[in-house]
């Protein structure tokens, strides 16, 4: 895996296209050292996932590591562990689907924050081919963003979805052609850095941990999230450069 800093966006790029970016054991430690490191960068505002080759985003778990595998094995943190570091991270994070996002690469999709595909994109979750199940979040993050009708289909049928479709049931948050992809990330990434920092964290918090909670709860949780924001000098800044029609110069803080 390559990892690449610029202007506030950290790049990941899964770097096995002779493997069609399969997860290995290895890119995985990867990716969540990849994750540590950027929770600790203030720098940092965006984690942009993507794979390299232009035919996968991740094609899946390794498969020979996967066979070698015993039943108490699964319940270790691993894949799902990480999936769900990523999901918590306080960074917003985009997953850039070209090619194959397939079982552990559709999962590691899944929990990210925003999602743009390809035309050329393939998604899906066929574990039960190898007689195993969705087991990186799949199961649970799948039927919460598309619905328990397509999760349901696609996880026991194993059938794959194009780009295109993967938006119309909200599977992926944009579609792009290979050459408008690039001004669809810069409009994406460049939309989240203008917006004040605090305030990205403390709405992806109430967003995450609200969605699996009572709404009553979930709004108390908005309203002690605002309060927070209420209380930072963003905030000032933000209203005051809005009344003097300026761009705002937030500090994070």
């Known amino acids: 895996m390559t990892v690449e800093k610029e202007q506030g966006i950290l790049w990941l790029t899964l770097n096995r296209p002779e493997r069609r970016n399969a997860l290995d054991a290895q890119m995985l430690q990867e990716i969540d050292q990849a994750f540590t490191e950027a929770e600790a960068d203030a720098e ?29 094995e699964a319940l270790v943190p691993g894949m799902q562990g990480l999936y769900c570091k990523i999901e918590n991270c306080s960074k917003v994070t985009v997953s850039v689907i070209a090619g194959y996002a397939l079982g552990g690469g559709c999962e590691l999709a899944l929990a990210c924050d925003i999602r743009v595909a390809t035309e ?31 999760a349901l289909d696609m996880i026991l049928t194993g059938r794959l979805v194009g780009g295109k479709e993967a938006e119309r049931i909200g599977l992926v948050t944009y579609l792009a052609d290979e050459e408008t992809l690039s001004v669809t ?10 917006k004040g920092p605090v305030a990205v964290l403390l709405a992806k918090s109430a967003v995450h941990k609200g969605y699996d909670i009572d709404a009553g709860t979930a709004m108390w949780l908005e309203k002690l999230s605002q309060a927070v924001a209420f209380g930072t000098e963003d905030k000032q800044e933000g209203t005051l450069a809005f009344l003097e029609k300026r761009p705002a110069n937030f500090i994070n803080g």
């Open 44 to 72: 940092v505002r965006v984690v942009v996932v993507q794979g390299a080759g232009g035919k996968s985003f991740a094609s899946g778990a390794d498969i020979r590591q996967l066979h070698e595998r015993q039943a108490l």
């Open 120 to 150: 050329n994109a393939v998604l899906g979750l066929p574990e039960l081919n190898l007689g195993i199940i969705p087991g990186a979040g799949g199961t649970q993050r799948l039927s919460r963003i598309v619905g328990k009708g397509y």
């Open 185 to 194: 990330l810069a409009q994406i990434t460049d939309a989240v850095l203008k």
